[in-house]
């Protein structure tokens, strides 16, 4: 069922989208990548304050290649979740409700998204070039010294993602496998 949301979100849309829904989002979302984590994490740590505030948002595993004459980016397509899966559940803790990247996510992530009521949303990898259709703005904002692993505010318009883990831990990349061997 094709949902569509605005972000920053409201935790009760969160609530609703099951694993499996394809949702377009629009508004105000933000990129980080391993490098920005890391920055992120370690400001945490020395009680700093950090560049974005988690709440209500949604972090785009993004590091754009560099936009072409006319363009507001380049190919924007989804960073393997994984690499962030250890700085995760502390920014999850401080109000994050979304991640967008690829990939299956650590047993560690999915509690904490279930025990914070978030979503993590895939976004169709090697599709960067289309994805980058919906972004009609990107600034950054932190980090600038990282180039594409910078932070960016990105304006979003229908960026079209799918619900792969729900705020009830179901993951659609268990039970699609389960689903295929049924039909098998």
Do not use: Q, W
Not at 41 to 62: D, F, G, Q, R
Not at 107 to 115: G, T
């Amino acid at each position: 069922m094709d949902k569509y949301i605005s972000a920053p979100v409201k935790s009760e849309e969160l609530l609703d989208l099951r694993s499996g829904d394809m949702v377009y989002i629009t508004g105000t979302i933000y990129t980080a990548r391993d490098a920005a984590h890391k920055r992120i994490s370690e400001a945490l740590e020395k009680k700093e304050t950090i560049p974005i505030s988690l709440k209500n948002n949604i972090i785009y595993y993004l590091g754009p290649s560099p936009a072409r004459e006319g363009k507001v980016i380049g190919s924007a397509g989804p960073t393997t979740s994984s690499r962030m899966d250890k700085y995760t559940p502390e920014l999850l803790d401080l109000g994050l409700k979304g991640m967008i990247g690829k990939g299956k996510r650590s047993k560690e992530v999915i509690n904490s998204i279930v025990k914070n009521g978030c979503v993590y949303f895939a976004a169709i990898g090697g599709a960067g070039a289309l994805l980058s259709k919906c972004i009609k703005k990107s600034t950054v904002i932190a980090y600038d010294d990282l180039g594409t692993e910078a932070i960016r505010e990105l304006e979003i318009e229908n960026l079209p993602v799918v619900v792969v883990i729900d705020s009830k831990g179901n993951n659609l990349y268990e039970t699609a496998v389960g689903e295929y061997c049924e039909l098998d």
